[in-house]
T-cell receptor, first 115, second 114 residues
Framework: ETGVTQSPTHLIKTRGQQVTLRCSSQ?????VSWYQQALGQGPQFIFQ???????GRGNFPPRFSGLQFPNYSSELNVNALELDDSALYLC??????????????FGEGSRLTVL | DQQVKQNSPSLSVQEGRISILNCDYT??????FLWYKKYPAEGPTFLIS?????DKNEDGRFTVFLNKSAKHLSLHIVPSQPGDSAVYFC?????????????FGKGTKLSVIP
């Protein structure tokens, strides 16, 4: 059973650029969530994808967008990068968005630095 | 508005003693709470959870207590081991969200001293 994998692990961008982060969910999981963890903060919910549809979104602007593919892998896209977007981006997978055990399986994250 | 608060950024405990990590929440809609542990350069890993219909849940050395009237929960680790040294996050969620929208606290860094 493979776990959640994310790529790239580290990347540096400049303000105004666009970035795409990728996530492969754990085998058997059909739901992917994305979280942003700024330095010294807890993870903050960005959005969740279930069966290729966004079914929950946190307090993030529209320049944060995502996709989920038929194999349940996912992408997080951020346009017009700002300095405050510098953070660790965590992908988490789970089975069935409505099961409400809340147990998520996280990847190691993608560390984004915006200069 | 911080809906989940972990007011102790760090905690040091001697090996073999009890570690108590505290968490307060303000959102009355939360009906499920979780603790995650995070080592450096790794993603958070699920530790233990509790439903709001219970006041205690135990799993080996880990016990979570929930006091709904005080909107307070705590994680007890007994006995503490050096491998428990990590950042611990408390999180709340509610079934009406229809998604795994966890609200995390800022975390408490636990150091277990051999």
């Amino acid at each position: 059973e493979t776990g959640v994998t994310q790529s790239p692990t580290h990347l540096i961008k400049t303000r105004g650029q666009q970035v795409t982060l990728r996530c492969s969910s754990q085998s058997g999981h059909n739901t992917v969530s994305w979280y942003q963890q700024a330095l010294g903060q807890g993870p903050q919910f960005i959005f969740q994808y279930y069966r290729e549809e966004e079914n929950g979104r946190g307090n993030f602007p529209p320049r944060f967008s995502g996709l989920q593919f038929p194999n349940y892998s996912s992408e997080l896209n951020v346009n017009a990068l700002e300095l405050d977007d510098s953070a660790l981006y965590l992908c988490a997978s789970s089975y069935d968005q409505g099961a409400n055990t809340g147990e998520l399986f996280f990847g190691e994250g993608s560390r984004l630095t915006v200069l | 508005d911080q809906q989940v608060k972990q007011n102790s950024p760090s905690l040091s405990v001697q090996e073999g003693r009890i570690s108590i990590l505290n968490c307060d929440y303000t959102n009355s809609m939360f009906d499920y709470f979780l603790w995650y542990k995070k080592y450096p350069a790794e993603g958070p890993t699920f530790l233990i959870s509790i439903s709001s219909i219970k006041d205690k849940n135990e799993d080996g050395r880990f016990t979570v207590f929930l006091n709904k009237s005080a909107k307070h929960l705590s994680l007890h680790i007994v006995p503490s081991q050096p491998g428990d040294s990590a950042v611990y996050f408390c999180a709340g969620t509610y079934s009406g969200a229809g998604s795994y929208q966890l609200t995390f606290g800022k975390g408490t860094k636990l150091s277990v001293i051999p």
